[in-house]
């Protein structure tokens, strides 16, 4: 498995007036404001971004969703997170946990979108690692799962290098999906 050791928590540390909740060898993670605007619309307006995502989006869908994950943030204390690269601050996309409900049960879905020059350099590997890491051992969830489209082989690789493993087919949004997920190992002698 990767990302073992590769992960840096940094809870609530100011850096460049931003709230810093994650950092990784290549990224941070920030949660996301309405200053992001403009790059969740470069994110969801690409075709080749949002293949797997129902298409592109105009600005004003993008601002509602935007307003959702800040919301979600703030109710839960986790959602997606805007996904800056340390190098030079680029925005590059958006990983998080996001509460779902899934076939009437409720899950933690990890999700990534990245923008395309991003899709390099295991930028998605790292980040959904550290992500994996942050919600078992950080924040407690005890499973994590990821909704994947049936063709999208990427993401399906990633999730199954962070230890995510083909649970079931379901159907979501009018769209259908394998399941993937990994549950948190119980500790030693616990039963």
Not at 32 to 51: C, H, K
Not at 98 to 118: C, M, T
Not at 129 to 147: D, H, I, M, P, W
Not at 154 to 176: F, L, N, P, T
Request: proline share 4%; glycine share 8%; with cysteine.
């Amino acid at each position: 498995m990767v990302g073992q050791g590769r992960l840096f928590l940094v809870l609530v540390q100011v850096k460049d007036s931003a709230m810093i909740i994650l950092e990784t060898e290549q990224l941070l993670f920030r949660p996301l404001t309405l200053d992001d605007l403009d790059d969740m619309t470069a994110l969801y307006t690409d075709p080749e971004v949002t293949r797997f995502l129902g298409g592109p989006r105009s600005r004003d869908e993008v601002k509602r969703v935007l307003n959702g994950y800040i919301r979600e943030y703030q109710i839960y204390g986790h959602s997606f997170f805007a996904t800056i690269r340390k190098s030079d601050q680029s925005f590059i996309g958006h990983c998080g946990l996001l509460k779902q409900e899934v076939q009437g049960q409720e899950e933690i879905e990890l999700a990534y979108v990245l923008a395309r020059p991003y899709w390099q350099n295991n930028l998605a590997l790292e980040g959904t690692a550290a992500l994996k890491e942050y919600g078992l051992n950080q924040l407690g969830f005890t499973r994590l799962v990821s909704l994947i489209p049936p063709d999208n082989a990427v993401s399906i690789h990633i999730a199954e290098r962070i230890g995510m493993q083909y649970e079931r087919d379901v159907d979501q949004w009018g769209q259908h999906f394998h399941l993937y997920a990994i549950n948190k190992p119980k500790p030693a002698g616990a039963e």
